[in-house]
C-alpha cells in the first residue's frame, strides 16, 4: 500500500484527510511541522506528499525547496488556502506536481493522487522503463539517460518528459500538457510549459522537442 504523508497544521482537515486516505487504502501518516515534514519525508520515503503552504514554523514552499534540494522526487500536491496565480506559478516553479486550494472536495484530491501515483500504461513488455531512440527512462528509480549518459531531472521535468516519451512523434499542445503533467486548470497566460520544454532542450538537446507552430510540442 502506498503510504502518504499528509503535512498540515489544521487538525480538524489533517484528521478529514487521513481518515478518507486509511479507507481508500492508503497509509497516511500526519505533522503539523514543516521541518519533521522535511525529516520524515528523508527517513520514512513516502510515496507522494500532501503540502500545505502555511506551516506554524516554516512555509510549505521552504518544505518544498528544502526536498527538492536534497534531490527527493516525491510527488508533491500542495494544499493552500492561496489561490492567486502567482502562488501557484511558485509552488509548481518551486517543484510541486499539483496544486489545490482551499477548500477542496475530497473525491477530488484522492483522484489527483491516483493521477500522480498512478504508473500506466506502462510498456508493452511489462518493465517499469520507457525508451525512445537513446533515451531512456526508468520509472521506478526515477532515472534518466540521454545517449549512454545519466541526466538529472526535476520531478516536473522528468514528468513532462515521461509524457513526451509515451507519446513519441505525436504532437501535444499545451492544455495537454497542463492536464497530464499539472494535473490542474492552469492560467492561458502562463508560459509554465515553454518554461519546461526549454530546460528539457537544456538537457537533452534542442531538436529533440520540436515546436510545431499553433499546434504544440512533439518529441523527435
Known amino acids: 500500500m502506498s503510504t502518504i504523508l499528509i503535512v498540515e497544521d489544521e ?15 492508503f497509509v497516511p ?16 520515503d513516502p510515496d507522494l506528499i500532501l503540502l ?21 522526487t516525491t510527488p508533491v500536491i500542495m494544499l493552500t488556502a492561496r489561490s492567486s496565480v502567482a502562488d501557484r506559478v ?4 518551486g517543484g510541486a506536481d499539483d496544486y489545490m486550494p482551499k477548500p477542496f472536495s475530497f473525491e477530488e484530491l484522492l483522484a489527483r493522487i491516483r493521477l500522480r501515483l498512478r504508473t500506466d ?12 531512440r537513446d533515451l531512456s527512462l526508468d520509472i ?19 514528468s513532462l518528459l515521461e509524457t513526451f516519451m509515451r507519446h513519441p512523434g505525436q504532437v501535444l499542445s499545451r492544455e495537454q500538457l ?10 492561458p497566460g502562463s508560459n509554465v510549459v515553454e518554461v519546461y520544454v526549454s530546460y528539457l532542450r537544456s538537457k537533452l538537446g534542442k531538436e529533440r ?4 507552430r499553433g499546434m504544440g510540442y512533439r518529441l523527435e
Open 11 to 25: 487538525a480538524r482537515i489533517a484528521s478529514f484527510i487521513a481518515k478518507g486516505l486509511k479507507a481508500a487504502g
Open 29 to 44: 501518516r500526519t505533522t503539523a511541522l514543516g521541518r519533521e515534514a522535511v525529516e520524515l519525508a528523508l527517513q520514512g
Open 52 to 72: 500545505d503552504v502555511g506551516l506554524p514554523d516554516i512555509s510549505g514552499f521552504e518544505v518544498l525547496t528544502a526536498l527538492r534540494g536534497q534531490g527527493v
Open 90 to 93: 511558485a509552488g509548481l516553479q
Open 121 to 132: 500504461p506502462v510498456p508493452a513488455e511489462g518493465t517499469m522503463a520507457l525508451t525512445h
Open 140 to 158: 521506478k528509480t526515477r532515472r534518466a539517460n540521454v545517449a549512454g549518459k545519466d541526466v538529472e531531472l526535476s520531478a516536473r521535468e522528468f
Open 178 to 187: 497542463l492536464s497530464t503533467v499539472w494535473g490542474m486548470d492552469f492560467d
Open 209 to 212: 522537442v520540436r515546436t510545431v
